[in-house]
């Protein structure tokens, strides 16, 4: 059964310092998600990681994979309250790729002070 | 686009009711998906499809049916509806492998009493 830790799962922070939310996953898979979710909302695509090594940014989130650890990241440099969400990753239900679902983690709730 | 729509939005429904959520996609995706998020929690998969007329069970299909009749609609079946289906429904699609982005709809929020 595939499983996908999220940590930390809750995180409070400042504005403008930098921190990083990690991922880990229990089978072998080369393809994981980030979504953001907003209270009350639907989830909006962040980033799609497709093989060893890669690394996305996209403003202030930058995420990376890494297969062989089985971990990703994703690292909020200088964050801003605009931020604030719970972040979620995903994980292909099966090795191999294919479409057949995902496998989320818990989520981390993300809540950034002025 | 409207992208991925779900209707209806809230729904309270009685312990033993049946109920259908619907979900339509306008983006010609292949691939269809529901899922439920309870509280504090991540989401889990009821049903796929991959196509018109296939469809498969996730991770936690019992007490729903799904159908798949054309590329564009993939309704979420509840049969005598039980106080543990009260959760947020989400449906989503994605082209399959090429990307293997999923597109995420709206929600719906179901209680049931």
């Known amino acids: 059964e595939l499983k996908v830790e999220q940590n930390p799962l809750f995180l409070s922070m400042q504005e403008g310092k930098n921190y990083t939310i990690y991922c880990n996953y229990s089978?072998?898979?080369?393809?994981l998600y980030w979504y953001r979710q907003d209270p009350g909302k639907s989830l909006e695509s962040l980033f799609v990681?497709?093989?060893?090594?890669a690394v996305k940014q996209e403003g202030r989130l930058m995420a990376s994979l890494d297969t062989k650890a089985r971990l990703s990241t994703l690292h909020i440099t200088a964050a801003v309250h605009d931020l604030s969400a719970t972040y979620f990753c995903?994980?292909?239900?099966?090795?191999?790729?294919?479409?057949?679902?995902?496998?989320f983690g818990k989520g981390t709730h993300l809540i950034i002070q002025p | 686009n409207a992208g991925v729509t779900q209707t209806p939005k809230f729904r309270i429904l009685k312990i033993g009711q049946s109920m259908t959520l619907q979900c339509t996609q306008d983006?010609?995706?292949?691939?269809m998906y529901w899922y439920r998020q309870d509280p504090g929690m991540g989401l889990k998969l009821i049903y796929y499809?991959?196509?018109?007329?296939?469809?498969d069970k996730g991770e936690v299909p019992n007490g729903y049916n799904v159908s798949r009749s054309t590329t564009e609609d993939f309704p979420l079946r509840l049969e005598l509806a039980a106080p543990s289906q009260t959760s947020v429904y989400f449906c989503?699609?994605?082209?399959?492998?090429?990307?293997?982005?999923?597109?995420f709809g709206p929600g719906t929020r179901l209680t049931v009493l």
């Open positions: 089978t072998t898979s080369d393809r």
């Open positions: 990681l497709l093989s060893n090594g």
């Open positions: 989503a699609s994605s082209q399959g492998l090429a990307p293997p982005e999923q597109f």
């Open positions: 995903a994980v292909d239900m099966y090795s191999g790729g294919g479409a057949d679902g995902l496998t």
């Open positions: 983006m010609n995706h292949n691939y």
């Open positions: 499809s991959v196509g018109a007329g296939i469809t």
